[in-house]
């Protein structure tokens, strides 16, 4: 089993940046693959972004495609969301979720086992 703790969170401006991490907890983090995800008040769960346990692979929404950067360090067990050119749109809850599949970057929110508590981010225009 593995606990995932997110920080980073905070308001900030349109066009500006922030930086996501997600802890975990456990030697096995580096079996994981791991996906960020957001909820905003009143609408469902939305994929963000995914990488394998290796990071040989990544994807992304098209909505955060070419903004968003996702990226691990195996060594301190943390993963990342780099965030840039924010929107007001962006604003949500961010999670992070770990997936035992290592080998997958899947977008479905159902194939993740663990889930952090998230991290709230504020985007003012």
């Known amino acids: 089993q593995v606990q995932l703790v997110e920080s980073g969170g905070g308001l900030v401006q349109a066009g500006g940046s922030l930086r996501l991490s997600c802890a975990a907890s456990g030697r096995t983090f580096s079996s994981y693959s791991m996906g960020w995800f957001r909820q905003a008040p009143g609408k469902e769960r939305e994929f963000v972004a995914a990488?394998?346990?290796?990071?040989?692979?990544?994807s992304y929404s098209d909505s955060v495609k070419e903004r968003f950067t996702i990226s691990r360090d195996n060594a301190k067990y943390t993963v990342y969301l780099q965030m840039n050119s924010l929107k007001a749109e962006d604003t949500a809850v961010y999670s992070c979720?770990?997936?035992?599949?290592?080998?997958?970057?899947?977008?479905?929110?159902?194939?993740?086992?663990?889930w952090g508590q998230g991290t709230q981010v504020t985007v003012s225009s």
């Open positions: 990488i394998t346990s290796s990071s040989s692979g990544t």
């Open positions: 979720a770990a997936n035992q599949n290592r080998y997958s970057s899947t977008s479905i929110p159902t194939n993740y086992q663990y």
